[in-house]
């Protein structure tokens, strides 16, 4: 597997979370330094190594690792790709630099969140060495060599560890999870809203920096590059997430479940979905997972501010 040339400079490569296919992508941005943008989790690392291998890519050339945020579908590979490539500097946002350098108490967390899907699909996370990791500054720029670069764009609200990677050359920005979740076998754009992290308002605002920036494309991480119009997409993920949150907060203030209200509003979306593509969608993007990170941000919002609302 060589994976898919996007554009001029830039593959595809499926990591292939669980063996599934179409559901999480890292992308080798190529140049004289080649910088990989997500390596996937820790269960994808030979599928990874092997793609970047069939590229021609060897443990000497690659000059960066770059993580969009540290959740374990995007970097619980890190510490076996930085093994692999000694050459490589880890770049990643300065919130998440401390847990691939230490990653027992982001690991731990995951464990109580996934339960036995840590192990059968994901994979833990083993160290970075310090002295590897490069913290990323908001618009700094990753010099892939030949005049191409990699700008940083920070981007919480999906997680405060969040950045995004807009390509010089191309103009594609990698999004990550900041703009949701669209599988080409589900087609439905659903924002992804976990705990402990995610912020409405960063949120909105980090998808109205991606439009600033008027891209020639959108690349997910679930799944791949999108269709249509970029500015139709962000305008999209925007609406889509406000209705989300709209919804988890009318349920909050009548005292009702925010899962019960997502699901009788937004269960149908994938009704005619086959099986396995929508349990596909509901691992990355489920009800009951955006359910408790809306939870949590309402909660937080009403601590900080008693008379919000």
């Not at 945020?69 to 590979?77: K, V």
Request: aromatic letters at 4%; hydrophobic letters at 40%; zero cysteines.
């Amino acid at each position: 597997m060589t994976g898919r040339r996007i554009a001029d400079g830039i593959v595809e490569i499926d990591t292939l979370l669980g063996g599934w296919e179409r559901v999480t992508a890292g992308y080798l941005v190529e140049g004289p330094r080649p910088v990989l943008v997500e390596t996937g989790s820790q269960s994808s690392v030979a599928t990874l190594l092997g793609a970047l291998a069939d590229l021609g890519v060897s443990a000497a050339d690659l000059a960066g690792v770059a993580v969009t945020h540290i959740h374990l579908d995007h970097a619980g590979g890190v510490g076996d790709v930085a093994r692999a490539f000694p050459e490589a500097t880890v770049y990643v946002h300065e919130k998440g630099a401390r847990h691939l350098a230490d990653p027992a108490r982001l690991v731990s967390s995951a464990a109580r969140v996934y339960g036995d899907l840590l192990d059968s699909l994901y994979g833990r996370l083993d160290p970075t060495p310090p002295e590897r990791l490069h913290v990323l500054a908001d618009g700094e720029a990753i010099d892939v060599g030949g005049g191409r670069t990699l700008e940083t764009i920070d981007s919480p609200g999906h997680a405060k560890h969040h950045l995004a990677l807009l390509d010089s050359a191309s103009g594609i920005v990698f999004t990550g999870d900041a703009v949701g979740v669209r599988l080409p076998d589900v087609g439905v754009l659903r924002p992804a809203t976990p705990p402990p992290d995610f912020d409405l308002q960063q949120a909105l605002r980090s998808i109205g920096r991606f439009r600033e920036r008027s891209p020639s494309g959108i690349a997910f991480a679930h799944y791949g590059l999108m269709p249509g119009t970029p500015d139709d997409l962000l305008a999209e993920a925007s609406e889509t997430l406000a209705t989300w949150a709209e919804v988890a907060e009318q349920a909050w203030r009548a005292g009702g479940e925010i899962v019960l209200a997502l699901e009788e509003r937004f269960g149908s979306q994938l009704a005619d979905v086959a099986p396995d593509n929508r349990a596909k969608a509901e691992t990355l993007s489920g009800i009951h997972s955006n359910a408790a990170g809306l939870k949590r941000w309402l909660e937080t919002r009403e601590a900080r501010s008693p008379s919000e609302g």
